[in-house]
């Protein structure tokens, strides 16, 4: 397992590596300048040209990569071409926590609501109990974010008063957030989860271990549920992605200041090194995930090996 953990973490540098090329290359061939424009005014040829050779921007594009991936592996992201005096290690450092927090708090209210919920309606088939979890489910996987966050804060913050409208620091603060940003993985964890354990559940197996007399609950916990997790362990990777992504728009709706409104922002104005380093850390801490999820396989099931 030791070995094979340090071939992933390895295999991540290429995949990096990739990664900052291609978005080196995609955001400057995008029309437009970090100065063409300042607020609502052009600048000046002149004042564009020596902001640019401040910058480096002048410089061959090949010495521009070699240089932005020195400053990486030194962990320097450089500084922001739009937030003047502040380095872009600054700014993620500052943003990275609060959407930490916020898709961890989210990823954890979906795994704690869409497992029990998909383990309940499987055990109770074609019962009251399992149709109303399935409608939950779908309507929970077609209402998008942009949609659900104001509903939520119009009938939870501004109607009923119970939640505030926005901003960040307080644990009440969380909630409408977090459950903006989980309510469709919820549902899609729950709709997997029910049907992997249907399927599980009618294994020989599983009819032997009934037949040897076990408890019901033996049965379900420690035989019948710990291989039915294996697809939705490998559907975490993904969520855990998503998780990251969606955050983009709940930040916005909630005025959260988090890494999606500096990675809009900076887009917009053309920040190149807010947008090189927000895309590499989402991009790393997607490459973890998947590693996450694939030595989680190793502890379901006995029989996969990595070694």
């Known amino acids: ?3 094979y953990i340090v071939r992933r973490i390895l295999f991540f540098i290429p995949v990096l590596f990739v990664i900052t ?3 080196f290359i995609t955001i400057r061939t995008i029309p437009g300048g970090p100065f063409d424009f300042i607020g609502d005014k052009s600048l000046p040829p002149t004042v564009v040209a020596n902001l640019e050779a401040k910058y480096h921007l002048d410089d061959p594009l090949w ?3 070699v240089d932005y991936l020195w400053g990486v592996i030194r962990l320097d992201f450089g500084p922001s071409y739009r937030q003047r005096g502040r380095s872009v290690n600054d700014i993620i450092g500052g943003a990275l926590g609060t959407s930490a927090q916020l898709g ?8 704690l609501v869409g497992l029990p919920t998909g383990i309940l309606a499987a055990l109770k088939q074609n019962s009251i109990v399992d149709y109303m979890s399935t409608f939950i489910a779908v309507v929970g996987r077609s209402i998008p974010n942009i949609v659900l966050g104001p509903l ?3 009938i939870f913050a501004l109607q009923m008063g119970w939640f505030p409208t926005s901003g960040w620091g307080r644990p009440i603060q969380v909630v409408l957030p977090a459950v903006t940003l989980s309510t469709t993985f919820s549902a899609y964890i729950a709709r997997l989860t029910r049907a992997s354990l249907l399927q599980v559940v009618g294994e020989d197996y599983i009819r032997t271990a009934r037949a040897k007399g076990l408890a019901e609950r033996v049965v379900i916990v420690g035989h019948a549920l710990k291989n039915s997790l294996i697809p939705v362990v490998t559907i975490m990777g993904p969520i855990f992605a998503a ?9 916005q709706i909630f005025a959260i200041q988090g890494m999606g409104k500096h990675f809009v922002t900076s887009v917009g104005n053309r920040d190149y090194p807010v947008v090189m380093a927000t895309t590499l850390v989402y991009a790393a801490a997607i490459a973890v995930a998947n590693l996450m999820v694939d030595v989680t396989y190793a502890f379901l099931d006995p029989r996969i090996r990595y070694e």
């Open 1 to 3: 397992m030791t070995r």
């Open 21 to 23: 090329l291609i978005t």
């Open 63 to 65: 010495k521009q990569f």
């Open 104 to 111: 961890a708090v989210a990823l954890f209210i979906s795994i």
């Open 152 to 154: 939520l804060m119009w």
């Open 243 to 251: 998780v990251l992504t969606g955050t983009f728009v709940v930040e």
